[in-house]
């Protein structure tokens, strides 16, 4: 046999290369890109970037019925085996400890899951049908694994662009929240100075708080329970201190392989048929208009809190209220620190954060629970 006769089969997968095909690669490599070179959430862009690209080969079997991304795909999204090993994770590197000691904090949890509900309302005025509407409201909770939870059971079909927009916007939170704050705050608000002074919350009130909640949460919202059960799990690990290993391993190695699991399965969605359309451009531009509206929601109502203690509370904490932990929380006590190196309000902004985090849950089980209800799904 020639090599005549054989280029044809040497170049097949050059003869099925589509414009889309080439998009997409670029789209992939633009995600390795910027996890790699600018490192902005390299953890989940870059096995999200690497999957799309390996979606984007033709005829490389990769997503193929037996192909290992379908296999993961299926394995860990259709059960939703990934996200609820990572929200493991996720509760052994919390501590409940600034919110049980700030209880107000709740308030300000929920004033950012706002975003969830004006983007529902926003998505539904587009033309989306309710149950992809609900989908695509939940990026506003700015947390990946519960915007795959509630697409994975109320539109699948959406899953790609949710998942891709829902963990972008995460990791552009340095990004995007600063002017917000600059814009919606005072100078001289952002120097508020809390003082903190911690009331002491014994390792019991620590060690039971987790299960209390789940028993709570799971009864008055059963459709969040396998989410705000993990989450709980894995802090109870933490705070028992009976169990280092399982709780070392939650928020090392079953976080990360589960991240790195669940990146290439999202990143193998991005086909070119299925992602190259308006609805994906309409999700990306709506994800956005959440993460901007849940973070001047808690901003307004941080400020509101800031007048009704007498201008005891620095209003930035407000934009911790989102669910993205620790960065949210973090992010907030820098822009105070940046205005007044000797102002310190970083246990405030995660007693917020952690309340945001439970929030997002909540939040994400009422609309999987009433929007299931009214469809009738599952």
Do not use: W
Request: net charge neutral; aromatic share 6%; proline share 6%.
């Amino acid at each position: 046999m020639d090599l005549a006769s054989l280029l044809p089969e040497l170049l097949k997968g050059f003869s099925h290369f589509t414009i889309g095909n080439g998009v997409m690669i670029f789209a992939a490599l633009v995600l390795v890109y910027l996890a790699v070179f600018k490192e902005i959430e390299p953890v989940l862009l870059l096995p999200i970037g690497f999957g799309c690209l390996l979606a984007n080969i033709p005829l490389a079997g990769m997503t193929a019925a037996e192909g290992m991304t379908k296999v993961l795909y299926d394995a860990g999204i259709k059960t939703e085996l990934f996200p609820l090993l990572i929200f493991i994770g996720v509760g052994a590197m919390i501590d409940f400890s600034p919110l049980l000691a700030q209880p107000r904090m709740v308030l300000l949890g929920a004033a950012g899951q706002f975003g969830i509900f004006g983007t529902l309302i926003l998505a539904i005025a587009l033309g989306f049908p309710l149950n992809q509407a609900a989908s695509i409201g939940v990026i506003g909770a700015i947390d990946g694994p519960t915007s795959i939870f509630v697409a994975t059971k109320l539109a699948p079909e959406l899953l790609a662009p949710i998942a891709v927009a829902a963990y972008s916007y995460m990791s552009l939170i340095p990004i995007i929240q600063p002017p917000l704050m600059r814009l919606l705050t005072t100078k001289k608000e952002r120097m508020i100075r809390m003082d903190y002074a911690p009331k002491p919350i014994s390792k019991k009130t620590l060690i039971f708080f987790p299960v209390v909640l789940t028993i709570v949460v799971g009864l008055l919202v059963p459709e969040a329970t396998p989410l705000i059960s993990m989450l709980m799990l894995g802090n109870l690990l933490k705070m028992s201190g009976v169990v280092d290993r399982l709780s070392k391993a939650a928020e090392n190695e079953i976080i990360n392989i589960a991240t790195l699991f669940l990146g290439l399965a999202i990143g193998s969605t991005m086909s070119a048929a299925s992602f190259l359309n308006l609805d994906t451009g309409k999700i990306m531009i709506l994800g956005l208009f959440a993460f901007a509206l849940d973070t001047v929601a808690g901003l307004l109502f941080g400020k509101l809190m800031s007048v009704l203690s007498g201008g005891k509370i620095n209003p930035l904490i407000g934009a911790a209220g989102i669910s993205a932990f620790p960065m949210a929380g973090r992010l907030a006590a820098k822009t105070a620190n940046d205005e007044d190196p000797n102002n310190f309000i970083l246990m405030h902004a995660m007693g917020a954060n952690t309340a945001g985090q439970l929030g997002s849950v909540i939040a994400g089980g009422i609309l999987l629970s009433v929007v299931s209800k009214m469809l009738g799904i599952g």
